[in-house]
């Protein structure tokens, strides 16, 4: 797609013109229907079930904020709400894997250390 001001070559999708900031096409279009972005429901996925504890939880965030800078950029993207979600159970899971790891380890430790003396 072209600028139809400056004549630029520009990203499908884009709201406005990366070089002169005049409205693309795709802003004039009437949206039929937005698409989902994919990234905000890998997030949200992700944010329910982790997959892996901190990793899963830290890709969830990592996703949500992709897809809202992805869903800003993008006219016909939707999902920042499920993208928002996403980054808040992201941030939840996280924060309670990792209290729960400062919670369990040092014990685990400790009873390491007595059964050496046993
Ligand atoms: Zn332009």
């Known amino acids: 797609m072209y600028c139809s001001k400056c004549g630029k070559e520009i ?35 992700l944010g329910i079930i982790p997959v892996i504890p901190i990793i899963g939880s830290i890709l969830a965030i990592s996703f949500g904020v992709k897809a809202r800078n992805k869903i800003k950029l993008y006219s016909d993207l939707g999902g920042e709400g499920i993208a928002i979600a996403g980054i808040i159970l ?29």
């Open 11 to 45: 990203n499908e999708g884009v709201k406005f013109c990366p070089f002169c900031g005049f409205p693309s096409r795709e802003s004039f279009r009437v949206t039929t229907g937005t698409t989902t972005s994919g990234l905000a429901i890998a997030s949200l996925i």
């Open 90 to 118: 992201g941030t939840i899971y996280l924060l309670v894997s990792l209290i729960s790891l400062i919670i369990v380890i040092p014990p685990l430790g400790r009873a390491k250390e007595q059964a050496r003396l046993l």
